[in-house]
């Protein structure tokens, strides 16, 4: 029986652990459940999950919680990062899945590392932001991060076994969001709610605006160079709307090797969980005839700048990384509430990477610090 303690729980992410969780009970069990400010779903998960410990994002939304749980179960309710480094550090946990949404993953995932917790690691803005810090804890702790994200899952599967000398390029695929096709002049009359409309995936609002810029492909990008290692010129962005391939990695023979399956994030959700064994999950298999053909195009740059942006600060790294992030989670949020138009979002990051004087060599302060000025300075942008 393996203990979890899942880090987003109420997110799209973490909602689809617990759909693994309750498929498998006599190999997974809850230790401690972390959401932000959906109490009411959280509530319904503590009485079904019956988690050790409980965490929000405040005090009064712990009471508020303590209210809806009342008697009905012996949960430890805590709250903000006080609570959230109690749960990263559980004793009882035997995994922390990192699935909290932007920079607020980076602290627990940092604490969890530094107890010697494996992470199933969901939250890509904590190798963005500190990929070098967090990837060098785990090495120096004996940690290990086995990814979730289904592009970084399939880069992970098809790399194991082979002799890391012999790579050489990773292909992470793309499905190009919703408006791949559109002509530039119409992304102007984009609203929330036509580019919340992914084509094959089901996500989040924050990570499905990010798809639909491409921001959330560069963001990847970033992630994977720190998570297996590599520069930033072996990695290549490839769109392929059927996202039937979730990423592809080139040996020096001249090999291509893919992971495929059909757009569901229980997959590689239970490989994280269940490493190095697989589950039964009763999913169906890839129907090839079905399928008929697979397509595949370079990014338009031209037309979605925020992906040349997150390459842009990979290459700067230092802390220009941490202010892409949190300058983008702001722009996204703005346009969710519809402060600014969809073009904006990539401008503004842009903007504010222009004003940044990156700090080399940082420390956890040094990123914290960057991180709350791109947030501010974001605002004045706004």
């Known amino acids: 029986m393996k203990r979890l303690s899942i880090f987003g729980s109420t997110g799209s992410v973490g909602k689809n652990v617990l759909r693994v969780v309750e498929q498998f009970p006599e190999r997974f ?9 959906n109490v ?3 509530a319904e998960q503590i009485m079904r999950f019956t988690p050790e410990v409980a965490v929000v994002l405040d005090e009064n939304l712990a009471h508020q919680l303590k209210k809806t749980v009342m008697g009905a179960n012996r949960v430890n309710i805590l709250h903000g990062s006080d609570g959230y480094r109690a749960a990263a550090t559980l004793t009882s ?3 922390v899945v990192s699935a909290m949404v932007g920079s607020a993953g980076l602290l627990p995932t940092i604490a969890a590392i530094e107890a010697g917790k494996p992470v199933a690691l969901a939250n890509k803005e904590s190798l963005v932001m500190a990929g070098e810090l ?13 990814p979730v994200d289904s592009e970084h899952s399939a880069i992970f599967q098809c790399l194991a076994g082979h002799d890391r000398q012999d790579l050489k390029r990773i292909i992470l695929t793309a499905s190009g969001g919703p408006f791949s096709g559109k002509p530039i002049e119409d992304l102007d009359r984009i609203t929330p709610e036509m580019a919340l409309c992914h084509p094959t995936w089901k996500m989040g609002p924050k990570i499905t605006i990010d798809s639909a810029t491409l921001m959330n492909k560069g963001l990847e990008v970033i992630e994977a160079k720190w998570l297996f290692d590599v520069s930033l ?3 290549e962005v490839v769109i392929h709307p059927e996202s039937v391939i979730h990423s592809m ?12 399956g059909l757009p569901d994030m229980r997959v590689p959700i239970a490989y994280a969980l269940s490493y190095p064994k697989r589950l039964p999950l009763g999913l169906p298999s890839l129907d090839f005839v079905d399928i008929a053909s697979l397509t595949f195009q370079k990014p338009n740059i031209e037309k979605f ?3 040349t942006l997150a390459l842009e600060a990979c290459g700067i790294g230092k802390t220009m990384p941490a202010v892409l992030s949190a300058a983008n989670e702001m722009v996204v949020d703005a346009f969710l509430s519809r402060r600014i138009g969809f073009r904006r979002i990539g401008e503004v990051v842009q903007e504010v990477m222009s004003k940044h004087k990156p700090v080399s060599s940082p420390g956890l302060s040094d990123i914290l610090c960057a991180s709350a000025w791109a947030r501010r300075t974001a605002e004045e942008c706004l």
């Open 134 to 146: 967090v990837m060098g804890t785990a090495r120096k702790k004996g940690v290990p991060i086995i």
């Open 40 to 42: 009411d779903l959280l």
């Open 29 to 37: 069990s809850v230790a401690a459940l972390a959401a932000g400010q």
């Open 93 to 95: 946990a035997d995994l």
């Open 233 to 235: 010129e072996l990695i």
């Open 249 to 260: 990695v080139v040996y020096r023979d001249g090999s291509v090797i893919a992971q495929l």
């Open 305 to 307: 700048p925020c992906l």
